[in-house]
Structure formats: C-alpha cells, structure tokens
C-alpha cells in the first residue's frame, strides 16, 4: 500500500482544487426562503413509492393518515396574498384539535420520505407550502427576524420541519412561539422527529419552564408512530475503510468539481460561517475530498459537523476520506449524551456518502 505521508507529484495536466475552507458565500434571505422545499434526493419521492412493511402496519397507517391530511388541506383556509398583509390583518380563529401531525420514528424508518410526499401532496403552489430542517427554520427566524419570518410563513398552507430537534430551552421558546402564530394563521404542521413530542426535554434539561414548553408545543400535533426495522442505521454503521492521503489528494485532482480539504482547518473554517450558509458552500461541488480525519473532542465543533453532513447528505456529494472512518469521529462519551442522535444520524450519513465516494476512487 502506497505511504500516506509522501503524496506522489500532480501531473502538469491537472487543475488544483478548490477547497470548502476556501468558501464564505453570502446568503441572501430571499434564498433561504426559496430553499425551504425537500432536498434533491427526494423531489420524486410520493406516497406511492413508500413500501409499507407488511409485519409493522403503522407504517401504513401512516401513509393512510398523511394522505388524508394532505388531501384536507386543497380548502381555502390559508389566505392568498403576501405574508406582510397577512400580518397586519385580524387572524382567522385557530382551528379545533391539533393542526398537524408529528412522525415519530427510528432513524431510517422513511420518516423523512413521508414528510416530503405530504409536502408533495398538498394541492397548493410551491411558495404556499415550505419545508426544512428545525435547524433551518431557527436559521430563517435569524436572518429575516422573528416578525418577518411570520409575515413570510403566515401566508403558506403547509409548513413541513424534518428532524425536530430542541437543543436548548432559547430555541424551545423560539420555536414554540413560531408555530403558535402559525397555527394561529391557519398554518398546517408537520414535523419528524425520534422522541414523541411531550418527551423531547428527557436527557437534556430537566428545567420546569421548558418541560412545560415542550407540553404546549406538544398540543399543536397528533403524533404518529411509526415502528420499522432501521434499514440505514442498525446500531453503528461500519463505515468504509478510509484511503490514504494519496489516494484522496489524486481523486481531488482527478475529479473535476471535487474540493481537498485538510479535516482540522475544515472544522475551524465551519466556525467562522453561520450553518445557514453551509449549503451554499456546497453549491456546485461534485464531491467532497478530506485528509487527515480524526475524532473530535469539542461538542460545539461535532455539532457544526452534523450540519455540513446533513447538507451534504441531502444534497448527494460523495466524501472521500483518509484518518479514521466516520463511525469513529465521535467518542463513546458524546454518543451517550444528549445529542446522540444527532451524531448517530451524522455518522450514518456520511458514511453512506463515503460508499458513494468509492467509484471515484476506482475512476482517480
């Protein structure tokens, strides 16, 4: 095997290239707004492609109840017109019982191709119905403020939040005030998540005041099980073996569009860009290239790492990856704290994007 410390010379022939630490985008709002629709591996995905487990029937039911749900929501009970109008007007009394669903799930169960095939389903306009992560819509309340992010989502039909999650009790507040001027406007809601929603706090904080938010957000939807065998993440998965240096550094050369990263200034550019920029960082890049992954120590570091492997999870770039393999970039410590599932579900994407990412090794 060829040594990962001496990188063989680049022929003259070879464009250098560039690197995602080299990237600052700028993102305007409007963008960030335009953005909130599912991500490209799911823009064909429909209730008719979702194969219910015969042996666990909630998955049925699920698509039984979605559809429904979707169907319901082709009345008028969303105004026409632009959200700014919407907001100084008198909102329509809230309707009875709760106004969205809540998908509750293990990890690869389909949670998040049923969400999209709602959002899908709906009878209306794209610009009347949204759909992001709960981390991109705390990102959008940041860039166009809170008033304004009412404005702008009060006008929509359907707000779909894939992988609610609630990291501390400022975001609870934020996020729970957010959705009660929603539904208040006659917004419908649908999220997934891995805990039932009146459980959400457990593991984190033990606070009263934000048990009790987490109860109020609860009241806004009717939770769905969904029980399945995890077809992507039964346990750790074990990732690929990593490549040398070498190896990495020629398929980064080799591979046009693909960027070369050094994983420790990786890691220290992330902190320098908001994680609503990260998406935009990928913006053309075919695959990603990293040397020198190790695991990281620093929870503020390993959870800017779970936002760039969920936007390059959606967006389908390959990582090629020399160091340790994924599954070992975080330590036994921080896979048994409160945000487990959140680095559980990082592993388990990029390590499927490091088996897309073997190809090109055979190509370079």
Known sequence: MPSSSAPAPIS????????????????????????????????????????????????AEAVTVLADFAAGLGGGATAVGGGARRWFRKAPAAPKGPRGVYLDGGYGVGKT??????????????????????????????????????????????????????????????????????????VALAAT??????????????????LREIQGLAAHFRPLRIDGEDYRHRGLPEAPAPFTDETVTRVAYATPGTTLDDFPTLLEHLASVHPSRYGAMTDDVRAVCLTGVKEISDQSTALRLVVLADRLYDREVPVLASGVPFDRIFGPEMLAGGYR?????????????????????AEG
């Open 341 to 361: 599932k959140k680095y559980f579900r990082a592993i388990s994407r990029l390590t499927a994007l490091a088996r897309d990412a073997k190809p090109l090794a």
């Open 193 to 210: 998540s891995n805990t039932l929603p009146g459980k959400l706090g457990e593991g984190r904080f033990a606070a009263a005041d934000f």
């Open 113 to 186: 191709h049923l969400l999209a095939s709602l959002w899908h389903a709906t009878p209306a306009e794209p610009r009347l119905k949204a759909f992001g992560t709960f981390v991109e819509l705390t990102n959008l309340v940041g860039a166009l403020g809170f008033q304004q992010t009412v404005a702008t989502l009060s006008g929509h039909r359907l707000l779909c939040i894939d992988e609610f999650e609630l990291d501390d009790p400022g975001d609870t507040v934020l996020v729970s005030t957010l959705l009660g001027k929603l539904v208040d406007a006659g």
């Open 12 to 59: 003259a022939d070879t464009t250098s290239p560039g690197a995602l630490s080299e990237r600052t985008p700028r993102v305007p709002a409007e963008r960030l707004v335009a953005e909130m629709v599912p991500p490209p591996r799911f823009d064909s995905v429909r209730f008719s492609t979702y194969v219910p487990d015969p042996d666990r029937p909630s998955q």
